[in-house]
């Protein structure tokens, strides 16, 4: 646990939202089970398993002193989440440790804010993960009309609207997800340009594809949510149906955060079952998220559909 108390002596959290030490990429041995995050005003520590009395004490003792350097005049807020590790779903055991918890609670990343819940469930309603995902997206949405799959909480509809995007779909099964998303867009400025549709995906393909075709969609989809998305079976499904939603010279942006599951997955399922799709390049994980197997890491790809040819 060494290594995580050293991370917490160096922190230097900023406004935005972040990750400020990431045992589970296996970069610090004995520290694995171990995240802390970010999430102004307050210290998120996860642990995925159980946390012995002696270990949450000198945790608490090096938030208080590292709170104490950074903001003497201010309290020391943490929340310490203990989840179940890799295995069968249940519901994590989250607990405030010291201070409070704003209600609402926005936090920033990049100019733009979020609306985040860090006592309430296993997702806080912005996977920080994803950041470089957000940053391309914002990047290349200029006058795009944008299908938001899985959109959860829909951070990347805000970035694409950012990003100068005319139109943005956003499509969740979880209406409560979405109805955050809602809530993100005035945050941001926009009250106009963005739908949310509280549909299953797969059940919905003649809607979402009349109404395209789109030059970006984005899928990032849970990795296994019973009901909804099981990466190993419907990850092809997905890629079947998506050289149909995209204009010619339109891209896609797929998001696998699944550790049990290789990149190859997705370039194995791509060539069998959206071969004119072509691979431009996989994204960087923020820094704080380094991985001793990019195989484990979030794995998230930039596909491309040919524009057509020009007319002869």
């Known amino acids: 646990m060494q290594a995580l108390l050293d991370a917490i002596a160096r922190a230097t959290p900023g406004p935005d939202a972040q990750r400020l030490f990431h045992g589970r990429g296996g970069l610090f041995p004995g520290c694995e089970d171990w995240a802390l995050d ?50 069968p779903v249940s519901r994590p055991v989250t607990t405030l440790m010291a201070g409070t918890v704003p209600e609402p609670h926005t936090v920033t990343e990049d100019g733009a804010r979020y609306r985040v819940q860090v006592q309430r469930g296993q997702n806080h309603g912005l996977f920080l993960d994803m950041a470089e995902g957000r940053r391309w997206v914002r990047a290349h949405a200029q006058n795009a009309k944008v ?17 100068g995007a005319r139109e943005v779909i956003n499509i969740d099964m979880a209406q409560g997800a979405l109805a955050t998303g809602q809530q993100n867009h005035p945050l941001n400025g926009f009250t106009s340009g963005a739908k949310f549709l509280a549909h299953d995906l797969f059940s919905s393909w003649g809607k979402v594809t009349r109404m395209g075709p789109y030059d970006l969609v984005v899928a990032d989809p849970p990795s296994y949510q019973k009901g909804s998305f099981v990466a190993n079976k419907d990850w092809p499904r997905l890629l079947r149906r998506l050289p149909d939603l995209l204009k010619p010279g339109g891209r896609a942006l797929l998001c696998l955060n699944a550790p049990e599951i290789p990149e190859a997955f997705l370039h194995e399922h791509l060539a069998a079952q959206a071969p004119e799709l072509l691979i431009e390049q996989r994204l960087p994980n923020p820094p704080a998220f380094a991985d001793a197997s990019p195989d484990r890491a979030l794995k998230v790809l930039v596909v491309r559909l040919p524009p057509l040819a020009p007319a002869q």
């Open 147 to 163: 299908l938001n799959l899985f959109a959860y909480t829909c951070a990347f509809s805000v970035a694409a609207l950012q990003g």
């Open 38 to 87: 970010w999430f102004a005003p307050v210290w998120l520590l996860t642990k995925f398993g159980e946390a012995t009395d002696e270990e949450t004490q000198r945790i608490a003792e090096a938030l208080a002193a590292r709170q104490a350097q950074l903001a003497p005049e201010q309290p020391l807020n943490w929340v310490f989440q203990r989840r179940q590790p890799d295995g």
